[in-house]
């Protein structure tokens, strides 16, 4: 986070006890008067947040909006020694957090964190004993997502010493300012080329109300440049990250896709890395009351754009889609939602494709996302132990109430915060799209649930079997680890025994069903990260194989075509 912040010419102090016990309610904290010294030093440890911002000659200036005061705890060990608290939370082990509501800041302003105005997360924090790191964050930039978005003011991490036998007082001060994430400039030399797009999308600004872009980076292939290449028109492979990824994942894929010795690897073809990111997390171009017509917008808006801009063949079968976790279940939304405008879709283990298994919960039959039918916890995050054995490093109750700590309103930018903005529809009232569960008790929302099988890539199959077979026969190639460390397998298994159901019965029945070179698998023992590695290998093969089968790539000369040809 250093290298996307600098220094103010003014300090914002956060005066530190213990904090106060899980469990308080969020409310506003109470402005004092810090120059008062008639206050008796109160009986219990408490954070006092006072702001003295200053201008460069030193006079007072409000400069801190309304928003969250986030505190973020890891443990001062060598372990975490490189990993700043703020990049909570850290699925392998969940760190303490806490939060108020922060009106808007002037100077002289303390605000008092106390049991009635604290949301906490993790054991109360007054009983935190030894040596933590702990960083503030104040979270007023609503443009960008999560509490590291630009605008925002942080601390530097600093190492404190809790002690139970007296009230720890500890003075941390937001001297940093985070900015937007630079993008790597053009890279105009062959070989490393990347180009930075931004369009400004007419749909999605109105329904924002504020300018919006779509942004892209785009990697171009050999011979893109070279005016005596044969080919001048090229096909397109759109990519879409995972959770939280952007478009700027350009950077880092375009060495390994323009090296000369793996030109014969990797599809030649123009690659364009999508950004899916809103102020509520990732969008997975899915319309929604929340997020807009951001599906719309790519396919009326960007996608004309970008082929135009860049010589692309304007065909179905020239825009192949590949996408990891959250950006598989993207790739397989618009290769399902949009046909006339993408072709072959290549998902590797996407987020929930079945509901009915959505990591262990069902959520059209279960009664909480936090229980399993057994009383147990219902986990989400695991590794691997042995063959048959995992450890659970996290349980949807932990993850939705870290979440509600960082935002109660829904703005988290974290995960359920993001399905919820993709696939609920917006709480007038509330501000925010209508959460799929209670946060507090993990109670399923059935009015929401019901909202959500729209989304629901099994249903949608159940819906209208012979066009999504269809699809699925000819277009989708979809892989998933039997491991997989958010139990994404689980949705994948049950909506790949229905489609198995479907062409049986069908062929049983005498009919025909389609056919192609799609398919739904299991890989054994592959987690989320080990299958997203033996996916690319596998479909950058059959991307190549589709291209030359289309017209879209030369077929790879035969041995001895060349000495052959030139015979007279």
Known sequence: MNQHMRRLGRSLFLLLGALPVIGGAIGSARAEDATDTTVEPPPHDRYLVKVAVLDDEGAPKLTASAGRLLLFFTPATERWSGTEP??????????????????????????????????????????LRGAWRVQAVLD??????GHLGPGNLASEPKVIELSPTQSDEIRLELTRRIEETARPADQQAA?????????????LSRHFGRPFFLRAGVVLPFGYEDLSFPRRMWPAIYTIGGFGA??????????????????????????????????????????????????RALVEEFVPFLEERFRLVSKPEARVLTGHSSGGWTSLHLALTYPETFGP?????????????????????????????????????REPLGPDEDRVLMTVREEIATER?????????QQWA????????????????????????????????????????????????????????ERIRLVCGTRDSFYLNEAVTRLKSKVDAWRASETSGGGKPPTGP???????????????????LRFYQEIRAHFIAHGLADAPPRPGAESSSSKP
């Open 191 to 203: 070989g490393s080329q990347v180009l930075w797009i931004e369009r400004r999308s007419e749909l």
């Open 140 to 145: 007023t930039d609503f443009t960008e997502r």
């Open 345 to 381: 879709c290549f998902a590797s283990a996407p987020d929930p494709v079945d509901f009915s298994a959505f990591q262990k919960s069902d959520l059209y039959r279960d009664a909480s996302v936090f229980l399993a039918r057994d009383g147990s916890e219902t986990p989400s995050y």
């Open 418 to 473: 993001a399905w919820d903005a993709m696939w609920s529809p917006f709480d007038a009232l509330r501000g925010a799209p209508r959460p799929i569960c209670d946060a507090a008790t993990g109670s399923i929302d059935p009015v929401t649930a019901e909202a959500w099988s729209r989304h629901d890539i099994a249903r949608q199959f159940q819906r209208d079997p012979a066009r999504i077979g269809a699809l699925f026969a």
């Open 246 to 295: 952007t478009h700027l994942a350009a950077a880092a894929a375009a060495p390994a896709l323009r090296a000369p010795a793996a030109r014969g690897a990797v599809p030649q073809a123009v690659w364009i890395f999508l950004d899916t990111e809103t102020p509520w997390g990732h969008h997975g171009f899915c319309d929604s009351e929340t997020n807009g017509p951001v599906g």
């Open 518 to 536: 799609g398919y739904i698998e299991l890989l054994d023992g592959l987690t989320h990260g080990s299958c997203h590695a033996a996916a690319q």
């Open 405 to 413: 700590v960082l935002d109660p309103t829904g703005r988290s930018g």
């Open 86 to 127: 703020s990049g909570a939370p850290f699925f392998h082990k969940l760190q303490p957090l806490a939060s108020i509501a922060a009106s808007r800041a002037g100077a002289s302003t303390v605000y008092t964190i106390d049991d009635a105005s604290a949301m906490v997360f993790g054991r109360p924090l007054d009983e």
